[in-house]
């Protein structure tokens, strides 16, 4: 297992962050930790990467204890953490050589990396560019390079994509999608947009209030609760309110609704129950104009777990002010 995490607590005075997480994840594995706002995500992502021990509990990376081999775990990880940290007063090739120091590398080594990782980021040609003259999305893909600068196993993201515009976002994730299989990297990330879940991750568990509700694939996850797809048939030549009866008949039709000429039909599997309904209507003398199928999504797995949904915009604004970048005096 490239990350053993066992029972894990985190109190933090009278407010229990972490409440017994346990989690495995296997080398090679792109895993996301999906939650809202204080589901204790940064906390978890905080243990993993030795800044703070936990009050109960372990967590091993590539077999290093985050508590007895601090120094070790360090050597196996990158980190991007969840508030933007590269420094605004240097270049990205600066920022690149200071963090390959830390690491020890060689002068030689050090350039041969830097230069490699700020292609692959898309950052070569702004490379002796303050920083502070970058956008959030180049901010980020610098970190991103930062934290694989000495050929880590296990890249650690917290929250990669927040605040940023839609296009940036989709930048990143081919970024990670690119590293994990040029590196054979072990990826975790957390994450409150479903999308990014979704589209980046094998394996996703959803933590709120410091406790994991679910965890398996995506396609697990929507296996485990009653599938329900929602079908939209726009209709001509016949009643609403008649075609509607008519769809309510088919079994696999839990509610049907009439909006003007429009049936909103909740059917457990809306890709196989169009054909069905719209040889139905055709029977009653109804065309079907339009169809759209919406089909279930990974918020649905969240609202069935969590019983609420996760208000993505509500979270970004919240999560600046409270990412884990802010200093401890203001109460981190
Ligand atoms: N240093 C701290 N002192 C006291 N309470 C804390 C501290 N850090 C976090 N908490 C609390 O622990 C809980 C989990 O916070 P955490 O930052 O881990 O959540 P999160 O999932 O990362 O949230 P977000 O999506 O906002 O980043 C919250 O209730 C938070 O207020
Ligand atoms: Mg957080």
């Not at 690149?96 to 070569?124: C, H, N, P």
């Not at 956008?135 to 893909?141: D, N």
């Not at 094998?202 to 929507?222: C, F, N, P, S, W």
């Not at 797995?301 to 969590?306: A, L, M, Q, Y």
């Amino acid at each position: 297992m490239a990350i053993e995490i066992s029972d894990l607590v985190k109190v933090y005075g009278n407010v229990t962050a972490l409440q017994g997480v346990t989690i495995s994840i296997p080398e090679g594995d792109f895993f996301g930790l999906l939650g809202p706002n204080g589901a204790g995500k940064t906390t978890l992502i905080r243990i993993l990467t030795t800044l703070i021990r936990p009050t109960q509990g372990s967590a091993r990376i590539m077999g290093c204890d985050v508590v007895e081999d601090r120094a070790l775990v360090r050597t196996k990880i990158g980190v991007v953490p969840q508030a933007m940290t590269s420094d605004l007063d240097l270049t990205a090739r600066e920022t690149m050589d200071i963090y390959a120091r830390f690491y020890g590398m060689g002068r030689a080594e050090r350039t041969e990396r830097s230069e490699e990782l700020l292609t692959m980021v898309g950052l070569k040609d702004r490379r002796d560019d303050l920083v502070a003259t970058y956008s959030g999305g180049m901010r980020r893909r610098l970190e991103i390079a930062r934290g694989l600068v000495h050929k880590p196993s296990v890249l650690i993201l917290d929250e990669p994509t927040i605040g940023l515009d839609p296009q940036s976002r989709h930048v990143v994730w081919e970024l990670l999608e690119k590293f994990r299989g040029a590196d054979k990297l072990t990826i975790l990330l957390t994450t409150h947009y479903m999308e990014e879940a979704e589209t980046l991750c094998d394996h996703v568990a959803i933590i709120d209030y410091g406790r994991i509700a679910a965890l398996d694939t995506v396609d697990g996850l929507k296996r485990q609760i009653p599938r329900k797809d929602v079908v939209e048939l726009t209709i001509s030549g016949c009643d609403a309110s008649k075609a509607a009866d008519l769809i309510k008949t088919n079994p696999s039709v839990t509610s049907c609704a009439v909006q003007g000429d429009t049936l909103i039909i909740s059917a457990e599997n809306g890709a196989n129950a169009i054909p069905v309904f719209v040889e139905g209507l055709k029977g009653i003398g109804a065309g079907v104009t339009k169809v759209i199928l919406k089909q279930q999504t990974l918020e649905d797995v969240f609202i069935h777990f969590t019983g609420r949904p996760i208000r993505e915009e509500e979270a970004k604004k919240v999560s600046f002010l409270l990412g884990a970048g802010v200093p401890t005096k203001w109460g981190r």
